[in-house]
């Protein structure tokens, strides 16, 4: 179950995504940003998808197609993260779903989602024993940023790929 502090962000975006769908668009994609900042910052994971489909079905909704579609390729990463977490994870399963998240991330041209999406991928490739392909996946990738290194995907894909690399 999640803290309250948690349901209560939750609802934050609830009531925002409902403020959107009434016509208030600026207003309630506000609240959602809002509501999904804080709750990721408490590092609750579990309602982040929740909230990204809400977020993205909005954003549709009030004609920012393109930040909507970007958000679901973020959706499709998560949902093979938890795929993995299950009790017994159902590993093809979430490789379809980072594979899917990758090859929309592409195609929107967003290379942050690709980078998330390519670091799942990479570390399922990883303890599959599969390093080289992981590595050949995730440099070029990882290569074609060239600022926010101080930003926690990249630092995260940097060690991965060194430890990918040793």
């Known amino acids: 179950m999640l803290p309250i502090y948690v349901l ?7 009531q925002g995504w409902a403020q959107a769908m009434q016509g208030q668009g600026e207003a309630g994609l506000a609240q959602l940003h809002q509501g999904m900042s804080v709750t990721l910052a408490t590092g609750q994971t579990l309602s982040q998808p929740f909230c990204l489909v809400l977020l993205a079905e909005a ?3 009030t004609g920012q197609v393109e930040d909507g579609r ?10 093979g993260d938890l795929l993995l977490r ?6 093809a399963q979430a490789e379809a779903c980072f594979h899917h998240a990758l090859a929309l991330a592409r195609r929107q041209q967003a290379k942050s989602w690709e980078l998330r999406a390519a670091m799942s991928l ?13 590595y ?5 990738i990882y290569g074609w940023f060239t600022e ?7 630092q995260e894909a940097k060690a991965l790929l ?3 690399a040793g």
Not at 70 to 79: K, M
Not at 86 to 91: G, I
Not at 148 to 154: E, P, Q
């Open 86 to 91: 299950q009790a017994t994870p159902d590993v």
């Open 59 to 61: 954003a549709g909704y």
């Open 162 to 164: 060194e430890e990918l």
């Open 122 to 134: 990479a570390r399922l490739w990883r303890q599959q024993g599969k390093c080289a392909e992981a």
């Open 8 to 14: 209560c962000h939750v609802n934050r975006s609830r």
């Open 148 to 154: 926010g290194f101080d930003t926690v995907d990249l």
């Open 70 to 79: 970007r958000l679901l390729a973020e959706t499709y990463r998560l949902q």
């Open 136 to 140: 050949d996946l995730l440099a070029p």
